[in-house]
């Protein structure tokens, strides 16, 4: 039980911080004013970033240990990466924005964001479209494994473990094609950066191959976990931890009198049968 309530401990040591990061973020991303569409739609994915960082905190421990250790291992380094992309995204929103009257944010260069911001701030809202996509995997697999416990597998499990492989699966193909398309995207930045003469500050330029850059690796990254997770979704799999947490019965009749012997490693439920 030890070891089960350090792996809990341990994840939800994690979200707490990933947690506030997120809700830095989206507050910030809610106190603009003039912001472009692909702001608005950052806060949404940020926004169901958070939610899904919070159903983390409620996954039993016998679901992770279920799931195992790859899988710990990786959502760990997910929700942490996915903390330190708030915390980065936070702050490039705080350079492109200035603070008007009443506590609010303004979003600076509205009509011309430029060539390298504008691939910097779509490298952005892929990063969080990619945690948004992977964490809710993660909580649709952990979720279905915390209801098998001391479970069979009923039709209404069957039906949850199809609905989460088919969900899964689509995450994986769509991250798998993202990783083309951005990369051809930074061979387009690094590309424009050699010869632009368009005026933008260098900084833009590191940035917006450092954001295209992190993108890639977050992709990649999220593609061994979701790829665990689809393996995991999967009937071999699911039969196998229903079977392990199944409870075992035991029936004696009328001969229920003295001492029984026997040898069981499984939990017990008892039953006189009177």
Not at 29 to 57: H, W
Not at 64 to 76: C, F
Not at 185 to 192: D, H, K, P, R
Not at 234 to 261: L, R
Request: a negative charge.
């Amino acid at each position: 039980m030890a070891e089960l309530l350090g792996i809990s401990s341990g994840i939800v040591g994690l979200v707490v911080p990933a947690l506030h990061g997120a809700r830095l973020l989206l507050t910030d991303i809610q106190k603009i004013i003039d912001a472009p569409g692909a702001i608005k739609r950052l806060g949404e994915d940020v926004d169901s970033v958070r939610a899904n960082l919070a159903l983390l905190q409620n996954i039993e421990e016998s679901a992770w240990a279920s799931l195992g250790t790859v899988v710990v291992d990786h959502s760990k380094g997910t929700i942490t990466n996915c903390e330190l992309a708030c915390d980065t995204i936070r702050g490039d929103i705080q350079r492109w924005t200035k603070r008007s009257q009443g506590g609010k944010l303004s979003w600076q260069d509205r009509v011309t964001v430029g060539f390298f911001k504008e691939h910097h701030l779509e490298a952005a809202c892929g990063q969080m479209q990619t945690y948004k996509m992977t964490l809710s995997s993660l909580v649709g697999t952990a979720t279905l494994y915390s209801s098998m416990r001391n479970a069979h597998l009923t039709e209404e499990i069957r039906d949850r473990m199809t609905s989460q492989q088919t969900c899964t699966e689509s995450a994986v193909k769509s991250s798998q094609t993202r990783v083309a398309v951005v990369q051809r995207t930074l061979a387009e930045v690094q590309s424009s950066s050699s010869k632009s003469s368009t005026g933008e500050e260098d900084t833009d330029v590191e940035t917006a191959v450092m954001q295209v850059e992190a993108l890639i690796e977050v992709l990649k990254s999220s593609q061994t976990l979701l790829n665990e997770l689809l393996l995991k979704s999967q009937t071999a799999e699911v039969e196998k931890v229903c079977a392990a947490s199944a409870p075992t019965k035991m029936y004696f009749g009328k001969n229920d009198g003295g001492m029984q012997t026997g040898i069981n490693h499984g939990s017990i439920t008892w039953n006189s049968g009177r």
